[in-house]
């Protein structure tokens, strides 16, 4: 999943345009969406020995869902302010 967001940004970062920015928004709120249903509806082990020195500790697997998750709805955030006109850190104009 985060490939494809990944190669979107790239293909945004060459081709600048309203257009591009919104087919761009669209496939990051999609790939957040589907990124926090896993985490939802993940089957596997989601935890490993409870605590560990008083830090929760998830399994990789699960963790690498959990951060993915994070950063991209972090991402879609910086891409509706820039959709909006509100902030342009993402994409420099």
Same mark, same amino acid.
Request: proline share 0%; aromatic share 14%.
């Given at each position: 999943?985060?490939?494809?967001?990944?190669?979107? =940004?790239?293909?945004?970062?060459?081709? +600048?345009?309203?257009?591009?920015? #919104?087919?761009?928004? @669209?496939?990051? !709120?999609? $790939?957040?969406?589907?990124?926090?249903?896993?985490?939802?509806?993940?089957?596997?082990?989601? =935890?490993?020995?409870?605590?560990?020195? +008083?830090?929760?500790?998830?399994? #990789?697997?699960?963790? @690498?869902?959990? !951060?993915? $998750?994070?950063?991209?709805?972090?991402?879609?955030?910086?891409?509706?302010?820039?959709?909006?006109?509100?902030?342009?850190?993402?994409?420099?104009?």
């Amino acid at each position: 999943m985060d490939i494809i967001t990944v190669a979107t =940004y790239l293909f945004q970062t060459s081709h +600048g345009s309203t257009g591009v920015y #919104i087919v761009g928004l @669209i496939v990051q !709120v999609v $790939a957040t969406l589907l990124l926090i249903g896993w985490c939802f509806t993940f089957r596997g082990r989601k =935890y490993r020995n409870g605590w560990l020195f +008083g830090l929760f500790s998830a399994t #990789i697997s699960y963790g @690498i869902i959990l !951060v993915s $998750a994070a950063i991209n709805a972090l991402v879609l955030a910086l891409y509706v302010m820039n959709v909006m006109g509100i902030n342009h850190v993402i994409f420099q104009r």
